[in-house]
Nanobody
Framework: VQLQASGGGLVQAGGSLRLSCAAS????????MGWFRQAPGKEREFVVL????????DYRDSVKGRFTISRDNAKNTVYLQMNSLKPEDTAVYYC???????????????????WGKGTQVTVSS
């Protein structure tokens, strides 16, 4: 599968952005999907995950209540709605997917086989 992330940009603190990750290929509904981010000089980190059907999600503590992940398997797309953005959310955001990843590895970015090119999110104070 190929992943294409979009929707990043520059926004003031308190603002909102919606990221999209479009997947090509078949069997998108067999992929666990996630968003990760990487700030300059820092390691890539988990942000949020969503199950194959979309009924289970898991968020990084610092984004709970502000970010919402969803997916539309008919459109092969995952979304990340980001509200109340903070300067510390500034990073390159990546979508990732894997159909065979073990549950014990889902928070570890190196375990994912498929990645989209990142999209820059910059939040100004």
């Amino acid at each position: 599968v190929q992943l294409q992330a979009s929707g990043g940009g520059l926004v003031q603190a308190g603002g909102s952005l919606r990221l999209s990750c479009a997947a090509s290929g078949r069997a998108f509904d067999t992929y666990r999907m996630g968003w990760f981010r990487q700030a300059p000089g820092k390691e890539r980190e988990f942000v949020v995950l969503i199950s194959r059907s979309g009924d289970v999600t898991d968020y990084r503590d610092s984004v709970k209540g502000r970010f919402t992940i969803s997916r539309d398997n008919a459109k092969n797309t995952v979304y990340l709605q980001m509200n109340s953005l903070k300067p510390e959310d500034t990073a390159v955001y990546y979508c990732a997917g894997d159909s065979t990843i073990h549950l014990s590895q889902i928070f570890y970015y190196k375990a994912y086989a498929y990645w989209g090119k990142g999209t820059q999110v910059t939040v100004s104070s």
